[in-house]
């Protein structure tokens, strides 16, 4: 019945700690991760990260080195395995993937000229050497005739429409990945999956060796998109960690894309939600690790606002506090709250 008392109350009620404390923790969790070598483009990804229930990862430059060398030169025809490398290698010449890059630097030979060359995306690349066709990459895309496959990667490669033969290549698992699918479970991730374009023999074998739960192989990108796509609301959100131009789609797919960019593709940087700077797969459990840590701290902020204020509201109820010692309460709760959000910056 007291307008004066009423007064007080309203100067109390600030709403400022529920405007201030989660943008201001948001931005701190930003900063940390940038120190941590991981930039998140927004805020709203540190929110998504901290619920993520599935993350899945590539394979080749994500869970393994992405260093691909050499391993065999292995031909099914009389052509000499340095003149099947040399073919390889001269197709696959102006390729950006990680495997056409393995061929060239293993190739002794000068690269022959190649002219009409087109790529088709997780396929292999066609080009005219020496006035025949030459076709380099996956069985399907070389040769109609059945195959024999090695239980590695390998590019297959047809000239005039014959198949010559394959080229097999050897790669490392990241020494970090087994402590990083640790970590992640540690962090509340309950399902990891592996998705990669590899055959099936390859992907268990990496799979087994570092920890995942699920691996789906020989997935095209959009077979990648529909994995992602299909998983049950029960798992979801979901990230998707990848460093290759063919993972760029999944990575927009995705509820939080993650970019492995200190050696990954443009595309795959530009459509992910954070890119990791540090050639380290251990900075994505440590995303998980500082987005859950920034909204513990930005939900304690907006409480502790939320409480002060309302105590300082019953108070000044009773007419106790002045309007004047009202105000300066007011500034004070603002500014506990903002000093409580800054807790997100800090490494723990």
């Given at each position: ?10 100067v ?6 529920l ?7 948001l ?5 940390r ?10 805020g709203?990804?540190l ?9 899945a990862?590539?394979k ?15 031909p099914?025809?009389?052509v000499?395995?340095e ?9 696959e ?7 056409a890059q393995s061929?060239?630097?293993?190739n002794?030979?000068?690269?022959l000229?190649?002219t009409d060359?087109k ?16 076709r ?11 195959v024999?496959k ?10 005039a429409?014959?198949y ?8 490392q ?18 399902n990891?999956?592996?998705?990669s ?8 074998q990496?799979?087994?060796e ?8 020989e997935?095209l ?16 959100p979901v ?16 509820d ?10 443009t ?11 540090k ?14 840590d920034?909204m513990?701290?930005?939900?304690q902020?907006?409480?502790?606002g939320?409480i ?15 309007a ?6 007011q500034?004070?709760v603002?500014t506990?709250?903002?000093?409580y ?6 490494d723990?």
């Amino acid at each position: 019945g007291d307008p004066v008392r009423l007064a007080e109350v309203l100067v109390v009620a600030s709403p400022c700690p529920l405007i201030l404390a989660a943008p201001i923790a948001l931005i701190s969790g930003m900063s940390r991760a940038s120190r941590n070598g991981i930039i998140v483009k927004t805020g709203t990804t540190l929110e998504k990260l901290a619920q993520v229930k599935t993350f899945a990862f590539d394979k080749t430059g994500t869970i393994t080195q992405g260093k691909l060398v050499v391993d065999k030169v292995v031909p099914v025809t009389a052509v000499p395995t340095e003149t099947l490398l040399q073919l390889a290698a001269s197709a696959e010449q102006h390729s950006g993937h990680v495997l056409a890059q393995s061929l060239v630097a293993a190739n002794t030979e000068p690269l022959l000229v190649a002219t009409d060359v087109k790529e088709t995306t997780a396929q292999g690349v066609v080009a005219t050497i020496n006035g025949q066709v030459v076709r380099a990459g996956k069985a399907s895309f070389v040769t109609d005739d059945p195959v024999k496959k090695p239980d590695q990667t390998a590019v297959y490669v047809s000239a005039a429409g014959v198949y010559q033969g394959y080229v097999s290549f050897s790669d490392q698992v990241r020494p970090e990945a087994a402590q990083t699918m640790t970590d992640l479970h540690h962090l509340g991730v309950g399902n990891l999956l592996m998705i990669s374009g590899d055959r099936e023999p390859i992907a268990k074998q990496i799979a087994g060796e570092v920890g995942i739960d699920q691996i789906h192989a020989e997935c095209l990108p959009a077979d990648k998109i529909q994995v992602l796509a299909d998983l049950p609301a029960e798992h979801r959100p979901v990230a998707m960690v990848g460093d290759g131009i063919n993972d760029a789609p999944s990575l927009a797919t995705a509820d939080v894309g993650i970019a492995m960019g200190a050696h990954g593709a443009t595309a795959a940087s530009e459509s992910a939600d954070a890119v990791v700077l540090k050639d380290d797969l251990t900075r994505v459990s440590t995303a998980r690790a500082i987005a859950h840590d920034t909204m513990r701290v930005a939900k304690q902020a907006v409480m502790i606002g939320i409480i002060i204020c309302t105590v300082l509201m019953l108070i000044a109820s009773f007419g106790v506090i002045p309007a004047i010692i009202g105000a300066v309460f007011q500034e004070v709760v603002d500014t506990v709250t903002i000093l409580y959000a800054l807790r997100a910056r800090t490494d723990r």
